[in-house]
């Protein structure tokens, strides 16, 4: 079982970017699909980006499309969420979230993911 820590997380003004990683211990990171959520206080978790256990192909709420990038790096058991063009209604607790195996449904449902991370906060300034 991958474990998961996120890491860059932080301020950042309206239209600025930042680069979310994700690092998983455990030999199995390669076999593990990967999700990034969000929960802004009062809300409930929502789904970011997915992307596959070989990076071929990734899958983003459309509230993102076009601005932030999923993409990971299997030698160094890393996923990574580039955000760019960042807005105040971006602001959350950020969370990867790993999983494994055939599922069913869609790639933006919690339970697809076994395994969660502990969260990282982004803020962003009007």
């Known amino acids: 079982q991958v474990q998961l820590v996120e890491s860059g997380g932080g301020l950042v003004q309206n239209g600025g970017s930042l680069r979310l990683s994700c690092a998983a211990s455990?030999?199995?990171?390669?076999?593990?699909?990967m999700g990034w959520f969000r929960q802004a206080p009062g809300k409930q978790r929502e789904f970011v980006a997915h992307?596959?256990?070989?990076?071929?192909?990734?899958y983003y709420a459309d509230s993102v499309k076009g601005r932030f990038t999923i993409s990971r790096d299997n030698a160094k058991n890393t996923v990574y969420l580039q955000m760019n063009s960042l807005k105040p209604e971006d602001t959350a607790v950020y969370y990867c979230?790993?999983?494994?195996?055939?599922?069913?449904?869609?790639?933006?449902?919690?339970?697809?993911?076994?395994?969660w991370g502990q969260g990282t906060q982004v803020t962003v300034s009007s």
């Open positions: 455990g030999r199995t990171f390669s076999r593990h699909f």
């Open positions: 992307i596959t256990w070989n990076g071929d192909i990734t």
């Open positions: 979230a790993a999983g494994a195996g055939l599922r069913s449904g869609t790639a933006s449902d919690t339970r697809w993911y076994d395994v």
